[in-house]
């Protein structure tokens, strides 16, 4: 297997195959998505490294699939099993919506090292005591829409141009953008938005920005909704977790 590049990954779901054997989607961190059999996986002695478990995190060496069937995982040897966050529901419930999420917007085999970091990361940051669910998953969101591309600067109308302050304001989803008071009668799809959600786009910008910023439990869930209902609308349903992580 010494031609067979070692890469991160995150297990991001798994399935029983049969008695012995899992299917396993992981994120590898330079190969993107894949979906891979693990043999024998379920034996007490795997060649494959053993049983694997959603949300775990190693190393992955695998057999790249042939056309349109699954590849093979050859070699995981685990990291870390995230068991802290495991033990709070309100964090591990976070995590399962953050993996849901994840699939939802990558395609297969398509690279995404920064959505590996970043899965990776929140994952962590959830793993330490007292975390701030509500905004480590704010944050995850934000990043991770940004990155994929379908959600905009949120600073300025995407009808006119002009900057949005603090005053009143609404979201389209169609366009993934903001809109002003003068713009949004002419949106049918819209929704407007509270204090709360425009406190925490302010600071979610700022830390863009790498400004000092924080998110108070409201905002950040203010945020989340937002965010969940610009998936909902953009897959066409919503995230399954989704109703276990609102406040």
């Keep these: 297997?010494?031609?067979?590049?070692?890469?991160?990954?995150?297990?991001?779901?798994?399935?029983?195959?049969?008695?012995?054997?899992?299917?396993?989607?992981?994120?590898?961190?330079?190969?993107?998505?894949?979906?891979?059999?693990?043999?024998?996986?379920?034996?007490?002695?795997?060649?494959?490294?053993?049983?694997?478990?959603?949300?775990?995190?190693?190393?992955?060496?695998?057999?790249?699939?042939?056309?349109?069937?699954?590849?093979?995982?050859?070699?995981?040897?685990?990291?870390?099993?995230?068991?802290?966050?495991?033990?709070?529901?309100?964090?591990?419930?976070?995590?399962?919506?953050?993996?849901?999420?994840?699939?939802?917007?990558?395609?297969?085999?398509?690279?995404?090292?920064?959505?590996?970091?970043?899965?990776?990361?929140?994952?962590?940051?959830?793993?330490?005591?007292e975390a701030p669910t509500q905004a480590v998953l704010a944050y995850f969101q934000w990043r991770l829409l940004r990155h994929v591309g379908i959600l905009g600067e949120m600073d300025h109308c995407v009808g006119c141009g002009e900057q949005v302050g603090s005053g009143s304001a609404w979201f389209t989803s169609k366009e993934g953008g903001l809109l002003c008071r003068k713009c949004q009668n002419a949106w049918t799809e819209k929704r407007r938005l509270g204090h709360d959600a425009l406190a925490g786009i302010g600071a979610l910008r700022a830390m863009d920005d790498r400004k000092k910023a924080s998110l108070t439990g409201e905002q950040a869930a203010a945020v989340n909704d937002l965010l969940a209902y610009h998936i909902a609308y953009q897959f066409g349903k919503a995230p399954r977790m989704l109703r276990h992580v609102r406040p």
């Excluded at 297997?1 to 994120?27: G, N, W």
């Design 1 to 129: 297997m010494a031609d067979r590049p070692r890469e991160k990954a995150i297990c991001l779901y798994v399935t029983d195959f049969s008695e012995t054997s899992q299917v396993a989607h992981l994120l590898a961190r330079e190969s993107g998505v894949v979906h891979l059999l693990a043999k024998g996986s379920k034996r007490p002695k795997s060649a494959a490294g053993g049983r694997l478990d959603l949300l775990e995190e190693g190393e992955v060496v695998f057999i790249p699939a042939r056309g349109e069937g699954m590849g093979t995982l050859a070699e995981f040897t685990p990291r870390t099993h995230h068991s802290a966050l495991r033990r709070r529901l309100a964090d591990l419930n976070a995590a399962l919506y953050m993996v849901e999420v994840t699939r939802m917007l990558l395609a297969e085999g398509d690279p995404h090292p920064a959505v590996h970091d970043l899965l990776s990361a929140a994952l962590a940051r959830l793993d330490r005591d």
